[in-house]
């Protein structure tokens, strides 16, 4: 997958969204795909310090949380330490951070801050792009 893009935005928040995009991105990036994730809105709620709290199951869903454990499937941190070590941008978008008042010290460490022209300038020529 040489010199294939993959981007990919974050709008909404849950541990559901967060395990699908966070596998995703992981999944190109080890087919050496260059991958970017545009957080947004509720999604910021993914890259926020305070993750673990923020991101629930949705009612119904609670039943995932054993199945993931018996799955193996690493935890969301762990996600994103991978993510992160595979290259893949995290950008925080900074509208929305103004917007619900929040600060940079908010998130977690190695994110960029930057608007939907930011984004859009690696997104223009991904060969993939998908929303969550």
């Known amino acids: 997958m040489a010199n294939k893009k993959v981007a990919l935005i974050a709008s909404s928040g849950g541990l559901e969204t967060a395990y699908k995009v966070l ?10 795909a260059e991958v970017a994730i545009f957080f947004t809105f509720e999604g910021l709620s993914i890259i926020h310090k305070q993750s673990e709290q923020l991101l629930q199951l949705k009612p119904g869903n609670e039943g995932l949380a054993e199945g993931f454990k018996k799955a193996n499937v690493p935890s969301i941190g762990e996600l994103m330490e991978i993510a992160k ?39 223009f020529d991904a060969q993939v792009s998908l929303n969550f």
């Open 85 to 123: 070590e595979s290259g893949v941008r995290l950008i925080g978008c900074q509208m929305t951070i103004d917007v619900m008042e929040l600060q940079p010290e908010h998130f977690i460490d190695g994110i960029d801050l930057g608007g939907a022209a930011t984004f859009l300038d690696f997104a």
């Open 23 to 32: 596998n995703i991105a992981t999944a190109a990036a080890a087919l050496d």
